[in-house]
């Protein structure tokens, strides 16, 4: 059977550390690629500095940025915003890099949607992402890779009220559309019931989703005031959320930070999901697989994670636990015997 996985070479991690490092020093990023600072002048001859980019959907935009041309404040912005750009840009040799040697990157869609969360303070207040672009981040910080991932999803999940300094004044379909991408609101089956997830306007499946713990099995629709918004009560979720992260989302339009699970409960909690879904089609075994990933890096890499996470597994789950660990046992037991054992313990 092929190996889950491969580990990437330290040089590429130190390269990675780097750009970490750069990117918890940004407190704002581009959303879309960085583009360029301009000289303008409208009919009146007055002349300006506009900064010309291309937005998450890929339209080429312009801005205005300062004015007068000439005046020490305009002209201080304009020289801000360049080196800014000059800065973003001279990281993206390394992420081209990391690209090609088998790191996950996101695609630019995906990219400017987190950029424009991270913009908004969503993740350093307490949003966590998850699904698989979180998996793939989780298995960059690990130093692997793994088979690729598809997804047109986007899940953005909370644990409590976010933790923001002051309210935001823009909702969270506000903070998505800034992106330049058109998200509308996706209506629910039941008309009466307010949205939950989002989505780029017309026949696209590109989307978001808005998630919040259960404190049961069942699926509700609650409010989330200090984004203005809904999400959807999802079971388990809770013991997903308890413990999580910052860490380095890359793409190919730059790099920012953001919140994810820790690793070990993301598999467990992987598992737990594959026994929830009606159809135990795709996505089942998406998860199963994606579990199975991270488990056998953690068995070889961190020994003892795995462990630690079962203990904090509440007891309603295990059996559910127990019966998803089965269905991966043929890809763990003979390849990857210490993921195994720590995920069966005698």
Same mark, same amino acid.
Not at 252 to 270: I, N, S
């Given at each position: ?64 940025? @300062? $004015?007068?041309?000439? %005046?020490? +404040?305009?002209?201080?912005? !304009?020289?801000?915003?360049? /080196? #800014? ?59 692997? @890779? $793994?088979?690729?991932? %598809?997804? +047109?999803?986007?899940?953005? !999940?909370?644990?409590?009220? /976010? #933790? ?64 203005? %918004? ?10 997903? /959320? #308890? ?104």
């Amino acid at each position: 059977m092929p190996a889950l996985y491969r580990s990437h070479p330290s040089a590429l991690m130190v390269l990675l550390a780097d750009l970490e490092n750069h990117a918890r020093g940004q407190s704002k990023v581009f959303v879309g690629t960085p583009g360029s600072v301009l000289e303008r002048s409208n009919a009146a001859g007055f002349r300006f500095f506009a900064h010309q980019f291309y937005d998450g959907d890929g339209k080429k935009r312009e801005r205005y940025l @300062a $004015g007068p041309v000439g %005046a020490p +404040e305009a002209d201080a912005m !304009a020289q801000a915003m360049r /080196l #800014a750009i000059a800065d973003t840009k001279a990281a993206s040799t390394s992420l081209r890099l990391l690209g090609r040697e088998g790191f996950a990157l996101a695609d630019a869609k995906t990219y400017a949607t987190l950029a424009s969360l991270h913009n908004h303070g969503v993740f350093q207040a307490g949003g966590v992402l998850i699904g698989s672009h979180a998996y793939g981040l989780l298995l960059n910080q690990l130093g692997v @890779a $793994g088979a690729p991932y %598809a997804t +047109e999803d986007i899940d953005i !999940a909370r644990r409590e009220k /976010l #933790a923001f300094p002051e309210l935001p004044e823009a909702s969270f379909l506000q903070m998505l559309q800034s992106t330049g991408i058109p998200f509308v609101e996706l209506p629910q089956m039941d008309p009466r019931q307010p949205s939950t997830s989002f989505k780029e306007r017309g026949r696209s499946r590109f989307h978001v989703d808005l998630l919040v713990p259960s404190a049961a099995e069942d699926f509700q629709v609650v409010p989330v005031p200090e984004l203005q %918004a809904h999400a959807t009560a999802l079971p388990y979720l809770s013991y997903l /959320l #308890a413990d999580s992260q910052m860490t380095l989302l890359i793409a190919r339009e730059g790099c920012c930070m953001v919140r994810v699970p820790l690793p070990e409960r993301f598999a467990l909690h992987k598992l737990m999901v594959s026994q929830l879904r009606a159809n135990r089609g795709g996505k089942s075994e998406k998860d199963l697989f994606q579990a199975a990933v991270l488990l056998a890096v953690l068995g070889e890499k961190h020994p003892g994670a795995i462990e630690e996470a079962l203990r904090r597994v509440p007891l309603s789950i295990l059996g559910r636990l127990q019966c998803a660990a089965g269905q991966v046992r043929h890809l763990l037991e003979n390849d990857h015997a210490r993921a195994w054992e720590e995920l069966n313990p005698e």
